[in-house]
């Protein structure tokens, strides 16, 4: 179930202008306008050939939860275990080849033991070069464990992945 960021991130993403003929909303045509209400919640990655995911905005409550700026970085390299990019990438994929929007939630320990529950929404957008895709989304903290305390830092890789909740926008879910 979407939180009240991803429920406005999806509402957000569906009047974004679209280019005649096109299916979905073009990451270079976005405009601050558009995202201004949940913009410091936003990033946006970049996939480029053949398997990088390029950090190309972070809002301000993104860079405080992620503990740094990653912008112009591969997310995979800097914010994936390695032995979760290849599953991250499919999973990213998926919302590509099959547009829809997605939903993961990472249970977090982090450096005090505190459990934390990261919830990242994101929707798929087009690219002007080939090859190319982006995805908009938006990651928060939804739930403390009892007795925890939200450090302001989401360790994404040390986290353990739950099983991914597609959104369906008009063209079905992946199989991945």
């Known amino acids: 179930m979407l939180t009240e960021h991803g429920k406005t991130l999806h509402r ?4 974004l202008p679209k ?3 096109e299916a979905l909303p073009i990451w270079q045509d ?4 558009c995202i201004a209400a949940i913009m410091k919640h936003l990033w946006i990655l970049e996939y480029q050939p053949p398997e990088a995911l390029i ?3 972070m809002g301000s409550e993104v860079v405080r939860l992620g503990g740094q700026d990653n912008t112009g970085k591969d997310f995979l390299k800097t914010r994936t275990a390695p032995e979760n990019r290849a599953k991250m990438l ?3 994929s998926a919302c590509w080849t099959t547009p829809c929007g997605a939903q993961l939630t990472r249970i977090l320990r982090t450096k005090g033991q505190d459990t934390q529950l990261l919830q990242t929404v994101f929707f798929p957008l087009a690219h002007e070069r080939e090859g190319h895709w982006a995805l908009l989304g938006l990651s928060e903290i939804v739930k ?3 007795g925890g305390e939200d450090d302001g830092i989401a360790d994404y890789a040390s986290s353990e992945l739950l099983p991914p909740e597609f959104i369906d926008i008009g063209y079905g879910i992946p199989k991945i």
């Open 19 to 21: 280019r005649p003929n």
């Open 30 to 33: 976005i405009k601050a306008v």
């Open 55 to 57: 950090v190309r905005f």
């Open 144 to 146: 403390i464990a009892p």
């Open 90 to 92: 499919r999973i990213y």
């Open 12 to 15: 957000t993403w569906e009047d």
